[in-house]
Structure formats: C-alpha cells, structure tokens
C-alpha cells in the first residue's frame, strides 16, 4: 500500500510548495500609488508603481520579521495570528468537510438518477441538473433564505437563525449552501461518465442477459466511471473553497474566508496618500490554510482514485 501512496503524497505536496510559494509572491507585491494632484489638491490621476526592489524588499521583509517575532506576530492583545489563523479555521474546516462528503455521494446518487431516468418525458433528471448548473450559487443561497423566512412567517416551519456562526444550525444552513454546487457538478460527472459507459460492448452483452437495469449500473458501469468521477473532484474542491467566501460573507459566518476578506480588503474611499497595503501576516496565514485544504482533498481523491483503479489495485 504504502509502494502507491508515497508516490501520490509527493506529487501532491511538491504541487502545493509550488502553488503555496507563487501566491506568497503574489501576495507581496506592492501596492504603492503615486498621486498626481492639481495646484488645489485635488485629486486629478492615480498610477500603480511597481518596483521589483520594493516586492523582494517586501519578502524579505516578511521573513525577518517571522524570525524577529518567533511566528506572525500578534492579531490582538493576548491572542497570536496563528491563534487566530487556526481558530477561525477550524471553523471553517466544519463546513467544508461535511459538504464535500455531502455533495461527492449526493452527487453520485443524483447522477445516476439522472441516468435512470433520463428515458423519461418528465424532464426530471439531467435536464434540471444543467438548470441549476447554469443559475448563480447566490441565487439558491437567496432564495433559501427567503422561503425559509417565508415559511417561518406563515407558521408552517419552525426558526432558523440564518445568519452567525454560534449556533449549530448556523452550520447546517451552511453546508447546504456549501454543497449546492459541488452535488450538481458530480451529479453531471457522474451521468456523463454513465453516457459513455452504456455505449460499450459488455453492457449491450449484459442487457442481452436480461440483467436488470439498475444492477447493471451499480455493479459494472458505476464501477468503470468512478475513476472519470474521481478526476473531477480537485475543481469541485477550488469551486467549493471559491463559494466559502460568498456563503460566510453572506451568512455572517465568521471563518477563515470571512476574515481573510477582510485581511486583503482594501478602503472604500481613499484621499491623496491613502495606504492600499494589507494585513500581509494573516492573508500569507490564510493563504498557507486554504492550499493546506487543497493538498488534504486532493492527496485523499487521488489515493481513492488509484485504488480504484484495476492498475492500482494490482499493486
């Protein structure tokens, strides 16, 4: 076992040094603006000035000042950035988690109802899939507030509290808006990889059989198309992470996303000499977590996906 795993824990972390090490350059480039003003002060252009110097000063900088302070320093009085940083991370972790199992397994059942289902004049398998594909997360997210309110109102659904993050139905409502996405892209996956599937000599030779439909799609074809599936689920997981932003920020969830918004958020307004530069500690905290997220999902699919595999079940 340990012959096929090592392999793939490597790749995958030698890809997240490399990931981790080009958004931490990113992250340092500055952001310093040179102000042209008119004889009354008033502000007439405003143009960015790059200099490489002042980005590997930038670095550098970071680095000396990791040294100095013997981590990231501090958030606020008592409490450390990597205090911070792993706080409000685990409480995003609660999130991301149960909505990835959720939304990979729901996926794959909704998948091969569509499938199934897909002879039907109803419309009611991939065609609503493709439906829901194509309208904004944020739209259901909105929409399920509001029926949830509307029920709550109209006496036939008891209170939900939608917004903060104290309460566990607070993460319920979460993760189902967290999952919404992730369950319609494996959903697709999956009815695509079964499309392709039906086509193939030995599931005509088994229909021929007499072999039932559904057994048929459980034992043999859903057993083949687990490996395309499986392929798919590193962008389920950036899709995922891309809308933890929007479900925390939307439902006052206060997470790893929602403070490292707020770590490279910049003013609203600015006047001759504003400063445009971020909370570069915590956001390079941040940044470290969410690739950290994406090694793990990525590192356990690919063991999954290898063991699945006739080739790697030989080995």
Known sequence: MRSFILPIIFKQ????????????????????????????????????????????????????????????GTYYEGNTIEEHIIDKSLRSVKLII?????????????????????????????????????IPDLFFMISLQLLLMLLYEIGVFPHIDLYGHEKLENQVVCIIF??????????????TSLIE??????ILTARSKGINRLKIVNIHMLKNSIQKILVNTNTMTLYMLSNL???????????????????ISTPNSFTVGTDFSMNLNTTVGFTVVFTVIIFFSNAFFQIINYWVTPKGKGI
């Open 245 to 263: 932003f929007i479900v925390e920020f939307l439902t006052n969830y206060r997470g790893a996303a929602f403070y490292f918004f707020q770590a």
């Open 197 to 202: 599937e039906e086509k193939k000599d030995y």
């Open 98 to 134: 149960p909505a990835l199992i959720l939304g990979f397994f729901l996926g794959i059942l909704k998948g091969i109802f569509d499938f199934v289902s897909k002879d039907r004049k109803l419309g009611i398998g991939n065609s609503t899939t493709w439906f829901m594909l194509s």
């Open 13 to 72: 972390l030698s890809l997240w040094l490399v990931t981790t090490f080009l958004l931490i350059v990113i992250i340092f480039i500055p952001r310093d603006v040179i102000y042209e003003t008119s004889k009354y002060g008033d502000i007439q252009n405003v143009d960015y000035d790059y200099k490489i110097e002042k980005h590997i000063g930038n670095i550098k900088d970071f680095f000396i000042s990791l040294k100095l302070n013997h981590g990231l």
């Open 178 to 191: 967290l999952a919404i996405y992730p369950l319609l892209f494996i959903a697709n996956m999956t009815y």
